[in-house]
């Protein structure tokens, strides 16, 4: 796992579904109810996949997790409550509002959307966004986003350090 910093941002490769659930366990460590993750990247990327292990991290079965690609909208019990968005099949803006989507964001949940480029404007500004690349077979480029929130993006890339022990500032 590389990690490096910038203002405002993290980037992360990783090598590994392995260091994609140590991604996934970092990020459980850091969010706070209220929180709003947008995630974005072609199919096949990992969205699923890091929601997962963030999910399990806080708490949720494993068993219970899944794609919310029909269901638009899963809801995970945990240490704090998951809400899992799938925008991949949505139409317009406005459709993923009708959903409510509002009242999740203080809802004292997590809020993890995939595909979130498709409905950016609707989610709150000061939401984190992940963009992942993939860069080979397993690896993937994590570009995280978090606005306005230094200390918590510190602490991020403190939790990542103490994953893999390799964590190197920029």
């Known amino acids: 796992m590389k990690v490096s910093r910038e203002p405002n ?9 392995d260091e994609t659930d140590a991604l996934g ?5 850091t969010v706070v109810p209220g929180l709003v993750i947008g995630l974005v990247g072609p199919l096949g ?34 240490r704090i409550p998951v809400y899992h968005f799938d925008t991949y099949r949505l139409r317009s803006t406005e459709e993923f509002a009708m959903l409510g989507v509002a009242d999740y964001w203080s809802g004292g949940g ?27 077979h397993q690896a ?15 602490r991020l890339a403190d939790r990542l350090a103490a994953f893999d022990g390799s964590h190197r500032g920029t």
Request: aromatic share 6%.
């Open 110 to 136: 997590v809020c993890l959307v995939e595909w979130a480029d498709r409905v950016r404007d609707q989610l709150p500004k000061d939401a984190w966004m992940v963009t992942i690349s993939r860069i080979g």
């Open 25 to 29: 366990r970092a990020l459980a460590e």
């Open 45 to 78: 990327a990992g969205k699923t996949r890091l929601t997962r292990a963030l999910a399990e991290a806080l708490g949720v079965v494993p068993e219970a997790i899944a794609s919310p690609t029909f269901v638009l909208i899963h809801e995970y019990e945990g």
């Open 9 to 17: 941002r993290l980037t992360v490769e990783v090598d590994s579904e």
């Open 140 to 154: 993937r480029r994590f570009e995280i986003l978090i606005p306005h929130d230094a200390a918590r993006l510190e």
